[in-house]
């Protein structure tokens, strides 16, 4: 039974993906890798068959097509729970995200009980390398309206990197989590800050990949900001029917 599980959802990672297992598996030798390929079709599931076959700390979930980021962390999560792990990590499979910070992320979730701790960029040591003003800017300005329309108190709502303790994940209703990009982040972490849960933010560095494409798209965008929109709305009516 693995005490952490160690989500990697992967769509054409073949070039990156045998130094992301490896550094997770340097970072918390004793956490499962629950590699989550959406049948990529440069070979990222073999890869993550043949690193099965000889670690059997890794594994491989395959799904039949690319179905967005938030199901095939739903399904990650499930696989998770219904193994029993009492901690369960979503990293990217690019890069982006340093193993190493894992350690530092799964110690506080132990030693402060928080049901999610994330790898924020926007707080007091947290940072960018390699990514353009424009692009910060961008990611600056969703958190912020993000953060606005939910009266929200984390910095970094749309982090990929985080720690979440299973038995949350029951508590929110993680089946009914409907976004299936990007917006699957800010989601999430809502649901649990509106549980009035324990989050703790710890700053990390993000770094952009060194190789392959970013999944990133006009169509994530839209979808975030939609959906906060609507939330946001609905929350204010919810207080003045109240």
């Not at 169509?219 to 906060?228: D, F, N, P, W």
Request: proline share 2%; charged share 20%.
């Amino acid at each position: 039974m693995p005490e952490l599980v160690v989500v990697v959802p992967t769509y054409n990672e073949a070039t990156n993906l045998d130094s992301i297992i490896g550094r997770i598996r340097a970072a918390v030798p004793d956490a499962t890798v629950l590699v989550v390929d959406d049948a990529s079709p440069d070979g990222t599931g073999a890869l993550a068959d043949a690193w099965a076959a000889r670690d059997d700390h890794v594994q491989c979930l395959h799904r039949a097509g690319k179905d967005g980021l938030g199901v095939a962390y739903r399904d990650g999560f499930q696989w998770a729970r219904n193994r029993g792990a009492t901690w369960v990590a979503q990293i990217d499979a690019d890069g982006s995200h340093n193993p190493n910070d894992l350690v530092a992320l799964c110690d506080i979730a132990r030693t402060t009980g928080a049901a999610l701790v994330l790898g924020s960029r926007w707080v007091a040591g947290g940072a960018i390398s390699g990514w353009s003003r424009i692009r910060e800017a961008i990611s600056r300005t969703g958190n912020s309206y993000s953060r606005m329309m939910l009266k929200s108190q984390i910095h970094d709502l749309t982090a990929g990197f985080r720690v979440i303790r299973t038995d949350i994940l029951r508590d929110i209703d993680i089946d009914r989590v409907a976004s299936s990009g990007y917006c699957f982040q800010v989601e999430v972490a809502h649901r649990i800050e509106s549980h009035g849960a324990l989050i703790v933010e710890h700053p990390i560095t993000f770094t952009e990949r060194a190789s392959g494409v970013s999944k990133m798209h006009a169509g994530i965008v839209v979808e975030a900001l939609l959906r906060v929109t609507v939330w946001g709305v609905q929350r204010w009516l919810n207080r003045r029917g109240n």
